[in-house]
Structures are given as structure tokens and as C-alpha cells.
């Protein structure tokens, strides 16, 4: 499965780098950032192209997944984006719940609701 990522900051980067993606047959082709100082960088082999290209190449690489890292106040704005250019899901760590179709599948990522289960769990874990 081919995937575009969005927003190459500190997890954007961490993902682009991750190798078990393989394992679950996930290749991230192509990446996309709003900063021109990162655009036109390679990270981890992928080069980063400027969010104006996009559209042309998830039509053209085919691409299915788009896997949103950027900040909240950008994320609904990448997701429209991504779904006008007709990427079947999405897989987002913003921390916000997007707006999408019925149809499209959307799998959101909060890292800190996932800290809250584990901090409860510590404080929880020797009670009766």
C-alpha cells in the first residue's frame, strides 16, 4: 500500500524513518510540507515536496493512504485537501477528530489520550 505523508516536523520525520512499516506492507512514497525550508529535503530517502503538488502526484503515484502529522489548526485543512485528491483513507496523529464522507476511513491517533490510559492505569494499578 502506497502512502503520502503530511507534515515532515519531529513525528512526520519518525515515521518516514520507521522500517516496520514493511511488515504491514506500507511504503510512505512521497511526503508533503507547507515550510519552505524543508521542502526539497530527503528524509530517509523521500523527498519532500511542497503541498502544492499533492493533488497531481496522489493521482499519479497512485497513492492510498495519507497519514496526517501536522498541527491541529492545519489538519482539517490537509485532510480536505487529501480527499479531493481522491486518497481512500486516512490515518491521523493531529490531535483533533476530522471532518470526512460516510465513506472515507479515517483512523485517528491521539498520543496523549493514550498517555492519560497509561498514567491512570500507574495510579490505578495497586488498588484493590
Not at 18 to 40: C, R, T
Not at 73 to 99: R, V
Amino acid at each position: 500500500i502506497e502512502a503520502a505523508l503530511i507534515g515532515v516536523g519531529s513525528l512526520g520525520c519518525a515515521l518516514l524513518g520507521y522500517s516496520g512499516f514493511e511488515e504491514q506492507n506500507l511504503s510512505i512514497s512521497a511526503a508533503f510540507d507547507a515550510d519552505p525550508a524543508i521542502v526539497g529535503q530527503r528524509v530517509h530517502g523521500v523527498k519532500v515536496r511542497p503541498m502544492e503538488d499533492l493533488p497531481r502526484l496522489i493521482s499519479k503515484l497512485k497513492l492510498a493512504i495519507g497519514i496526517i502529522t501536522v498541527p491541529s489548526s492545519a489538519a482539517q485543512t490537509c485532510a480536505d485537501q487529501l480527499i479531493a485528491a481522491g486518497i481512500k483513507a486516512i490515518w491521523n496523529f493531529a490531535p483533533i477528530d476530522l471532518q470526512h464522507p460516510e465513506d472515507m476511513l479515517v483512523v485517528n491517533v491521539h498520543l496523549s489520550d493514550s498517555l492519560q490510559q497509561l498514567s491512570y492505569r500507574m495510579a490505578h494499578r495497586n488498588d484493590p
